[in-house]
């Protein structure tokens, strides 16, 4: 059963001679439950796609159904409500918010919906991404890794049907690497969420159950990697 | 506590440089609220001071009150204080005083706390108790045996107006002298006005008297004394009115109003004056504040974004920026009110000294809590009006653009070329100037203020400049150097006007008195060259026509009648033995001009001529009460007004009078307009540097006659010295609140140079990896401090030299004239003290740029 659909999805910039079309009428389906990677060279539209689909950019044009709600026509309130609540990003250079503790950094969207997560749920994900200690810690006072899995943090934390990851290891060396990318497939496996991931490290690509090749803003190839 | 509350709080505590800049533009713009207020609360409560010091604190007058009936008034539920005057004496003075009555009027003890007479008293105290006086100052002079703590034995005698014809009975009685008061009366009572103590108790009960009453609510005045004295029983006037008088000026100050009266008075123009004042000041401030919010708003977009794509709703974004406002505005606001007090009282003080001299008084500084939470209101809502649209642009960010900082990064679509300053400056040159540009949008606030404080400064002091040139000029076309109001309400006592008619020293002297009243006309009375030049239709608003007739202005003139057989001799006539007139038949040919001698050139008015008959009205206007008509039969027409001093209004048409003539008919004026038409004038020409001290000789004729409020002198030297000291101290308040204004401009230019500054340090990075040296990096930011510098001036300069202009224009004063009062060298020092200024902000802000490490800065990444 689909989670994800897009229909002609279009999106330009600029105007004029300067005009760029970053992503070219791209038809996608993602079941529930789906790792995906998304590849594709410096440029050819694949971040685009992400941010689309998180809700963090508006298409040009086209349709994007999330459980069969189009979001691209939902105003900014309601497409606010399913940032938080929908849908996980996480960028590659973390984006947490500095003044704030990794602690609050982590709950931030529920603290957004004036809510406080399950204690149970907060310590398993602590536990998972290894944070336990470094909870009042600020942002600046943590490595390169231990931000990113914050950042995942703030993304699992509200239980979302699906995970976006911009290129979430482009920052990282190769131990943080794999120790990133087990926590998305441990999320993926545990939490039955729909994980897309955007790398132009193959064997990190390799990780995913589909691979999806972008160049000049269309969808090239398509393939399952594992079933 | 809210996540957004604490990232907003968070964030002040984090960007100290960017919180202290919008600190200090609030704190600046609401101590200039405060200020305002302050000044508009110092003003009203001057004004109302000042009314209660010359006319008493009182709100409505009952007249001829019996005194059975004073307690009904005084248990009036709307009634807050009566107090009463009358129970008038006559007291008949032991013989050997130069004249023989004490004219004494009796007050009760409310009267003396509230009312006016008790500030005229020169020496001594106010009478306590029944048998002390106060007794106006010629009888000291007139008899300098007696003096205060002297009490004389007297027969009294009741009623004042009645002394004169005498033959009632008389009762021994003594008399304490207790203080000296600075009034008089007219020597055809021959007596001594003076002031007793009454309890109002005691009066017999079918004396009459006046009562003043304090209302318990103000604002029902106009309804509640007509119900009293129904309620007390007096009589209606042949108008249906009861014999009450309002204090109109004290309750406008009020804000209290007769029905239909309130366009008409003032004080609702000057609050919404204050008004326009307080919204366009609040307006600007709210346009410069809403600079730094805009920066500070920018530097965190990053972060903005960030928690846009984490879920945070375009409402919880605003929220942020509007938490910040709220956070920083506090303690400015709070800190404000002492701010604007101490500024208000420097301020004002420095401005009271340098007009106390003008105005006889000093302005003391008000402050109430009313005015300040006001001021507070005000600046909160200013502070909310300035954060309202970073918050709303802020709210309708992308995440993602503002994530990858995109949005607001400095950027320039097309490069210009600029091959000046590429020749002079080289490559250095053309970056400055393109960043400069680039950075329009940062800089558009701070350009605006400092344009905004040179136009606000310079335009006032234009403004002056040329209403300075224009008094000049009107000055030099006054043909008088003295001038003397004689203002008894009644007529001026022959003696004082033979001494001051034997002045010693004089050139020239004029004597006249002046009343308005109208002359109903029809078209065919114009005349043929005034009827070419417009005629009476072309001159709405000052001619009123109703049905086909037309009511033009008058003045009537009283002149000594040797000054008017002089005019008649002019003339070539002869005075007509009865109500003799001579007719000024000139009118303005164009009134509109500009041009002095364009303005002067007149036309025949009338088709009038000697012998005829002219029936005219006091009914000058339709608010006019009176409407005695009267007919004078014309003399002399002569074609210009000889030169008295008088130089009646367009349209209007002089009648001249000999001075008797002038008297019986003002005579039978209604009350208010007899006692007013009662002044005369009096000028004098003076020889070369000698009118101050013929005005000084002419003041202390004066005083021996008159109490100090009823005569007013003025001479040429005196005004100009008065208009110097107005405008020094005007243009020391609008200097004082321009530089607040200064303060915030310079304040918002730091803030920007700073956040343009740091959002370049790869940009400058960049030049010094490529080799650029930190000669070529200082000279590079001194162009740009430069430019950014120049462009206040290109923008307020035009403006100012186009209001200058104008006002030269308005005001017919030459380009010339006006260059040779305006002083330009205090508009160069402002020019060279802005350039000064933001070029020293540019150099220190600009030392952590040529202090960085290079290779760091280039790799200051945001995103």
Same mark, same amino acid.
């Given at each position: 059963m689909d989670i994800l659909r897009t229909e002609g999805l279009t999106r330009k910039y600029g105007t004029g001679q300067t005009m760029v079309t970053a992503l070219d009428h791209v038809d996608l389906q993602v079941e529930r439950g789906q790792f995906v990677a998304i590849i594709g060279a410096s440029g050819s539209g694949k971040s685009t796609l992400l941010h689309l689909l998180g809700g963090v950019d508006r298409p040009t044009s086209g349709k994007i159904f999330v459980e069969d709600v189009d979001i691209a026509t939902l105003g900014e309130e309601r497409l606010a409500q399913y940032r938080r609540r929908k849908v996980g990003l996480i960028y590659q250079f973390y984006n947490l918010i500095p003044t704030l503790s990794v602690k609050k950094n982590i709950c931030l969207p529920m603290l957004l919906d004036n809510k406080e997560p399950g204690k149970e749920r907060f310590d398993d994900i602590v536990r998972t991404l290894g944070l336990g200690d470094r909870l009042e810690h600020l942002p600046g006072q943590l490595s390169g890794g231990q931000q990113q899995r914050a950042a995942i943090g703030r993304a699992l934390i509200y239980q979302p049907a699906i995970l976006l990851a911009d290129e979430p290891t482009g920052n990282l060396d190769r131990k943080n690497t794999e120790e990133i990318i087990s926590l998305l497939k441990l999320s993926n496996r545990q939490y039955k969420q729909t994980i897309l991931l955007v790398t132009h490290d193959e064997n990190v690509a390799l990780e995913a159950d589909r691979i999806i090749k972008i160049e000049d803003g269309k969808i090239i190839s398509d393939k399952a990697v594992r079933p | 506590m809210n996540i957004i509350r604490e990232y907003s709080l968070d964030q002040v505590r984090k960007n100290r440089r960017t919180s202290i800049s919008i600190i200090v533009a609030v704190l600046i713009a609401s101590t200039f609220l405060c200020t305002l207020l302050v000044f508009a609360q110092s003003f009203w409560n001057q004004m109302v001071q000042q009314e209660i010091y010359t006319s008493g604190d009182w709100d409505a007058e009952l007249m001829d009150v019996p005194a059975d009936r004073l307690g009904m008034v005084r248990d009036n539920? %709307?009634?807050k204080t009566m107090f009463v005057k009358g129970d008038n004496q006559t007291a008949f003075l032991? $013989? %050997? +005083?130069?004249?023989? *009555?004490f004219l004494i009027q009796n007050c009760d003890s409310n009267y003396w706390d509230a009312? *006016?007479?008790?500030?005229?008293?020169?020496?001594g105290r106010i009478p306590q108790a029944p048998g002390e006086v106060v007794v106006s100052k010629d009888f000291f002079s007139q008899n300098q045996t007696y003096g205060i703590g002297d009490t004389l034995a007297v027969e009294i005698d009741s009623n004042v107006r009645t002394h004169m014809e005498g033959s009632q009975q008389k009762d021994a009685a003594s008399l304490t002298i207790v203080g000296e008061l600075d009034v008089s009366v007219s020597s055809g009572y021959e007596g001594y006005l003076a002031y007793g103590f009454m309890e109002p108790d005691e009066l017999s009960p079918d004396s009459e008297v006046v009562v003043y009453l304090q209302m318990e609510r103000r604002g029902k005045v106009y309804t509640a004394v007509p119900q009293i004295a129904q309620a007390i029983g007096l009589p209606k006037d042949e108008y249906g009115n009861y014999p009450c008088r309002y204090h109109s000026t004290l309750l406008a100050w009020h804000g209290v109003y007769a029905p239909g009266s309130f366009f008409q008075s003032d004080v609702p123009k000057l609050f919404l004056g204050l008004l326009l004042a307080a919204g366009a000041s609040m307006a600007v401030f709210a346009y410069i504040i809403r600079g730094a919010f805009g920066i500070s708003a920018k530097q965190k977009i990053h972060q903005l974004g960030i928690l846009k794509s984490v879920g945070a709703g375009p409402k919880q974004i605003g929220r942020t920026v509007i938490y910040e406002a709220c956070i920083l505005s506090v303690i400015p606001i709070l800190l404000s009110m002492v701010l604007g007090y101490l500024f208000s009282f420097g301020v004002l003080s420095a401005y009271s000294g340098m007009t106390s001299e003008v105005f006889g008084s000093r302005m003391e500084v008000s402050f109430s809590p009313a005015a300040a939470l006001m001021a507070a209101v005000f600046s909160f809502v200013m502070v909310l009006l300035a954060a309202h649209g970073p918050a709303k642009q802020m709210s309708k960010i992308l995440p993602i653009e503002a994530v990858r900082g995109e949005q607001y990064s400095i950027s320039v679509k097309k490069a210009k070329s600029h091959p000046v300053l590429a020749k002079h400056f080289g490559f250095l040159g053309e970056i400055a100037v393109n960043s400069v540009n680039a950075g329009r949008k940062l800089y558009h606030t701070c350009m605006v203020t400092l344009s905004l404080c040179m136009l606000l400064a310079f335009g006032f002091l234009a403004a002056f400049t040329v209403s300075d040139i224009s008094n000049a000029q009107a000055e030099n076309r006054n043909h008088f150097d003295v001038n003397i109001t004689l203002r008894t309400g009644e007529r001026i006592d022959g003696a004082l006007l033979a001494e001051l008619k034997a002045m010693q020293g004089v050139q020239g002297i004029s004597v006249y008195a002046r009343a308005n009243c109208a002359v109903w006309l029809s078209g065919s009375d114009q005349s043929a060259e005034f009827l070419q030049a417009g005629g009476f239709d072309g001159a709405d608003g000052y001619i009123v026509e109703r049905d086909g007739r037309y009511r033009i202005p008058c003045v009537l003139v009283g002149m000594e009648q040797d000054a008017y057989e002089n005019v008649l001799r002019e003339a070539g006539m002869e005075a007509l033995p009865e109500s003799s007139a001579i007719i000024v038949n000139s009118v303005a040919k164009n009134p509109g001009a500009r041009d002095y001698e364009a303005m002067q050139e007149t036309v025949p008015y009338l088709n009038l001529r000697q012998g005829q008959r002219v029936e005219l009205t $006091?009914? *000058?206007? =339709? =608010? +006019?009460?009176g409407d005695y008509e009267f007919t004078v039969d014309v003399a002399a027409v002569i074609p210009s007004m000889p030169e008295i001093g008088l130089a009646p209004s367009f349209y209007t048409l002089p009648v001249i009078v000999p001075m008797e003539e002038y008297y019986a008919i003002i005579g039978n004026f209604s009350d208010e307009m007899e006692v007013y038409n009662y002044r005369n004038y009096v000028n004098y020409v003076a020889p070369d540097g000698m009118d101050e001290e013929i005005q000084g000789e002419a003041e202390r004729i004066c005083s021996a006659y008159l109490g100090s409020s009823d005569f007013m002198t003025s001479s040429k030297t005196e005004r100009m010295r008065n208009r110097g000291r107005m405008t020094g101290a005007t243009m020391f308040v609008v200097c004082s609140l321009a530089a607040l204004f200064g303060i915030v401009g310079i304040s918002s230019v730091l803030s920007a140079i700073l956040n343009s500054l740091g959002q370049r340090r790869k940009e400058f990075a960049m030049l010094r990896s490529v080799g650029v040296d930190e000669k070529g990096i200082r000279r590079l930011l001194g162009m740009e401090g430069f430019l950014l510098s120049v462009r206040p001036m290109l923008i307020g300069l035009p403006m100012l030299i186009i209001i200058c202009a104008a006002q030269c224009y308005m005001m017919g004063v030459s380009i010339v004239e006006f260059l040779c009062a305006f002083p330009v060298w205090v508009l160069l020092m402002y020019i060279v003290m802005v350039l000064l200024v933001i070029n020293g902000i540019y150099m220190l802000a600009s030392k952590k740029i040529r202090d960085d490490v290079i290779v760091e800065a280039i790799k200051d990444d945001t995103v």
């Open positions: - | 539920a %709307g009634v032991p $013989e %050997g +005083t130069a004249l023989p *009555y009312m *006016y007479e008790k500030n005229m008293i020169l020496r $006091e009914k *000058y206007s =339709d =608010d +006019t009460q």
